[in-house]
């Protein structure tokens, strides 16, 4: 099987693991990944990164000439991507834009214009209902018209897909696996030397944006309604709300049980990981950002999940968005913003280390069933295999 993915986000080695192990998950697979030749995120990395042609047998990532270096709806490819769909000549073009992206307009049509009658596909986040003005609007019919088949990344997506009118096959499916030979348990004394952290010590831990609609406000507030009970908070990021959360647990008397990492590079992540008796994510739906052709935001998957559990480190969520679908049973999920729910979420595990053990026990099983690299990458692969065959 031939597959072509395109997509901004392969612009970061790390993000093609799942895709490598596809290339090797049956012989014959090959994956050619199409990234801009040259891409600014924007925010802490404001710099253009340039790509590299890498050639691994089955599995090559191929930079082409891009217009739009930072505005994923607007990405298109220059006309280097000709040359290679013709020799190349996939059997499924998969593109990692959204229903709206241009990019994914663009490969429909010359999917059809070069013969190559490969199958149309491509990966969305999106989860929360919108409206489309014209020529938004007509675009988006579009590609959803001439879609064989979509990969949404949660629950919510695919709903919104099909309230859309879409009536083709659906896949719910993280765009990015977990790599389990990173996320593993694996026990951190020096750190936690470092860091003033006991072997008694009961630690809460966050690692994500230090945002409002992280809900940070809502842990520490959950975590001064229960002073009385021995925990220890670290959060692991960055962000705005930096020094309001030292103000707040300054002011509260908590301070001292609280460590915060910056800048901690991804590798090293696990290592902070694995030093919490609990990772907590307390996403909050907002309706207050506002984009071309969308308002507002809940989460969408909630990556964080499953590297902890991947970790055997027991998870608590809010019920935002695809959190209650990650974690299901292998967890605890409280109402968003609802900072007493929460509290009695902590209480239980602080006070019952069989249940921190059994919790962890259930997400490192679910993790790796379902959430390893090479796991999400079967799942794609029946996907694909789906579609061929379904003439």
Not at 64 to 86: K, M, R, V
Not at 105 to 114: F, G, K, S, V, Y
Not at 363 to 385: C, D, H, I, P, S
Request: charged share 20%; glycine share 8%; proline share 4%.
């Amino acid at each position: 099987m031939r597959i072509l993915v395109a997509g901004h986000t392969y612009i970061v080695d790390l993000n093609c693991e799942k895709l490598r192990v596809l290339a090797k998950l049956e012989p014959g697979i090959e994956v050619t990944v199409v990234v801009p030749k040259k891409w600014k995120p924007g925010g802490v990395q404001n710099r253009i990164i340039e790509t590299e042609y890498r050639d691994e047998d089955g599995f090559k990532i191929v930079p082409i000439s891009n217009f739009s270096q930072n505005h994923q709806g607007l990405l298109t490819f220059g006309a280097d991507l000709i040359g290679l769909l013709q020799k190349f000549r996939p059997q499924i073009i998969h593109v990692e834009q959204g229903s709206r992206g241009l990019a994914y307009t663009q490969m429909i049509i010359l999917n059809q214009l070069l013969g190559l009658k490969a199958k149309n596909v491509f990966f969305t986040w999106w989860n929360l209902p919108y409206e489309l003005k014209l020529p938004i609007a007509l675009l988006e019919k579009f590609n959803l018209n001439h879609s064989h088949g979509i990969i949404s990344g949660n629950q919510d997506g695919a709903q919104i897909l099909r309230q859309r009118g879409y009536k083709g096959a659906i896949k719910v499916l993280p765009q990015l696996g977990v790599d389990e030979t990173l996320f593993t348990p694996n026990p951190q004394p020096e750190l936690a030397t470092k860091l003033g952290i006991f072997q008694d010590d009961f630690i809460v831990g966050f690692v994500g944006r230090f945002v409002l609609e992280k809900g940070l406000l809502t842990l520490l507030q959950a975590l001064i309604n229960i002073q009385d009970k021995s925990w220890k908070l670290l959060l692991l990021g960055r962000g705005d709300l930096h020094d309001e959360l030292l103000k707040i647990a300054t002011e509260n008397g908590i301070k001292d049980r609280l460590t915060i990492a910056e800048s901690v590079p991804h590798h090293e992540v696990a290592n902070y990981i694995n030093l919490m008796n609990t990772l907590v994510l307390t996403s909050e739906t907002t309706y207050k950002f506002k984009t071309l052709t969308a308002i507002g935001w809940k989460e969408q998957f909630g990556h964080v999940l499953i590297e902890a559990m991947a970790c055997k480190v027991p998870v608590i969520g809010s019920n935002s968005g695809e959190i209650p679908h990650v974690i299901g049973d292998a967890g605890l999920i409280f109402p968003e913003g609802d900072d007493q729910a929460l509290s009695n979420c902590l209480s239980q595990l602080i006070e019952n280390p069989d249940l921190v053990h059994d919790l962890g026990q259930r997400g490192y099983r679910k993790a790796m069933a379902n959430y390893t690299n090479k796991a999400v990458a079967k799942q794609q692969l029946e996907f694909y295999e789906q579609l061929i065959n379904n003439n």
